[in-house]
């Protein structure tokens, strides 16, 4: 994995778009799954922030603004940490596969993060990426609905 790469997170779910798109778009449902984020909105421009770490004691304040939204297909933010050098981009792309929806989700600029601490490492972002996707959201997507 080169470090300039982009990190690639590709899953199919067994359900609709337009529920994939309400889970990754409305604070409700995304709590339930990634983090609350209360502010959150899709609309291009609207800020959010959110504390996120490896651990209780090492917690960093993520700053997100929202870049690009295609309604139902594609929402992409800016993701970076106070107090650090660095911005990335995080973008979050639906496509149709009939009765399944596939996300791609693509985390690029982690390159410019400092090198010298090891909580944003690259690597570290990949596993996370890959619980969250792979994980949670599989598993709230495919919890039955009441």
Same mark, same amino acid.
């Given at each position: 994995?080169?470090?300039?790469? &982009?990190?690639?997170?590709? =899953? !199919? /779910? ?10 990754? !778009?409305h ?12 502010? #959150?909105?899709? %609309? ?5 922030? #959110?504390?996120?770490?490896?651990? $209780? ?19 992409? /933010?800016?993701?970076?940490? %106070?107090?650090? &050098?660095? *911005? ?6 639906? #496509? $149709?596969?009939?009765?399944?929806? =596939? +996300? *791609?989700?693509?985390?690029a600029? +982690? ?8 909580? +944003?490492?690259?690597?570290? #972002? &990949? ?7 792979? !994980?949670s959201? *599989?598993?709230?997507?495919? *919890?039955?609905?009441?």
């Amino acid at each position: 994995m080169s470090s300039n790469e &982009a990190i690639v997170i590709e =899953r !199919t /779910y067994p359900v609709t778009m337009n529920r994939v798109w309400n889970a990754i !778009t409305h604070p409700d449902e995304m709590k339930l799954w990634y983090f609350d984020l209360p502010d #959150f909105k899709p %609309e291009p421009g609207v800020e959010f922030q #959110f504390m996120g770490g490896p651990s $209780d004691e090492r917690q960093y304040k993520h700053i997100c603004k929202i870049i690009e939204v295609i309604t139902g297909k594609k929402i992409a /933010y800016s993701w970076r940490y %106070e107090g650090y &050098a660095g *911005k990335t981009l995080v973008t979050f792309e639906l #496509f $149709d596969e009939g009765t399944q929806t =596939r +996300l *791609k989700l693509t985390h690029a600029g +982690l390159e410019t993060f400092p090198s010298d601490n090891p909580d +944003l490492a690259k690597e570290n #972002f &990949a596993e996370g990426w890959t619980m969250i996707i792979g !994980t949670s959201l *599989k598993e709230y997507l495919e *919890k039955p609905v009441l």
